[in-house]
């Protein structure tokens, strides 16, 4: 959502744009963006050609936010382009893709932004890519769309994407569930509630952190369940959701409580975090208990909570999270 302000605010952050200071210019390229201010798109244009990537990147980010047509062939020169293979290069980019970098060329975080950009001016140039490879059955090249349709936030993709929730190839399904929580979007709830009983770990694993980043209340008692899967890294993720939720519900408060019993030192650890935040302070029996645990970083986590949970006592809140 686009910050508001004021036409007095939005002279001075225009000027910050020819701030020598490389912290102050990078504020102000974050603040065009978020105040959509159109007329930032020369000072944008400059900065994108500063050498400090961090600049780069965020110069390409609001360009893309005020959705500046001008900057189209810039942003191609970034990217390193020609018109016949810009669109594989965007689709790389917006992937994820050049995990290694060479000396000439730019940092991956701004070419992934450049790609970004583009797509948000013109939807048109990576769009049509992305929706063949999901049709192209092919695993690897699914994953790259189903990541680049997610960093570059295309809600007309989301029917689709959805889809992929289904598919035989878990490490799809895995990518599909990252994505969707990554766009917020809330149709996926319940296909990636049912997936949290997926055959792979890694997918129930990657549904936990989606839902965590949706938070869709009909998720609590299932996330709360998976405290009992066998595997201790999704017991360990659905501990951090739950505290996440806020909740202080008996089915969070019962699922955490038991989590302090488990055989894996991450996984105690993780409850005791999540009733701090949480705020469940009728747990404070049990927590306190662990501060004699064998393993260090729960005792020391233990110790922790108590003083959250003591805290919390003296000044209790009415936020009930999720």
């Known amino acids: 959502m686009a910050l508001e302000y004021t036409n007095q605010l939005a002279e001075l952050i225009l000027s910050k744009l020819d701030a020598e200071n490389p912290n102050v210019l990078r504020a102000a390229c974050f603040l065009c963006g978020q105040m959509k201010l159109a007329q930032a798109e020369r000072g944008l244009l400059k900065a994108l050609g500063h050498k400090a990537w961090q600049i780069k990147a965020e ?25 016949t293979e810009l669109r594989q290069k965007v689709l790389a980019a917006a992937a994820g893709g050049r995990a290694t970098q060479q000396e000439d060329e730019e940092h991956p975080l701004v070419l992934k932004a450049a790609a970004i950009a583009m797509s948000r001016i013109d939807p048109g140039i990576t769009q049509e890519a992305l929706l063949a490879a999901l049709a192209s059955g092919q695993p690897k090249l699914m994953n790259a769309a189903l990541a680049g349709l997610g960093n570059l936030e295309n809600p007309d993709a989301h029917e689709r994407m959805l889809e992929c929730l289904g598919h035989q190839d878990a490490s799809v399904r895995k990518t599909a569930a990252a994505a969707m929580g990554k766009l917020r979007a809330a149709e996926a709830s319940d296909r990636l509630i049912s997936l949290l009983k997926d055959p792979d770990p890694e997918v129930r694993k990657e549904c936990i952190i989606a839902l965590n980043h949706i938070k869709p209340k009909s998720a609590l008692l299932a996330l709360a369940g998976c405290m009992k899967d066998q595997d201790p890294g999704v017991r360990r993720v659905a501990a951090i959701a739950l505290g996440n939720t806020r909740s202080r519900s008996q089915q969070v408060k019962d699922a955490l409580v038991d989590g302090l019993k488990d055989n894996q030192p991450e996984v105690r650890a993780a409850c005791l975090s999540a009733l701090a935040n949480c705020k469940i302070t009728d747990a404070l029996p049990s927590v306190a208990e662990l501060m004699g645990d064998s393993h260090e970083e729960v005792a020391t986590g233990a110790s922790s909570a108590v003083v959250a949970l003591a805290q ?11």
């Open 59 to 83: 110069a390409a980010t609001a360009l893309g936010l005020i959705k500046s047509k001008g900057a189209l062939p810039y942003l191609r020169r970034v990217l390193k382009a020609s018109e």
């Open 312 to 322: 919390a006592l003296e000044k209790p809140d009415y936020d009930t999270g999720w």
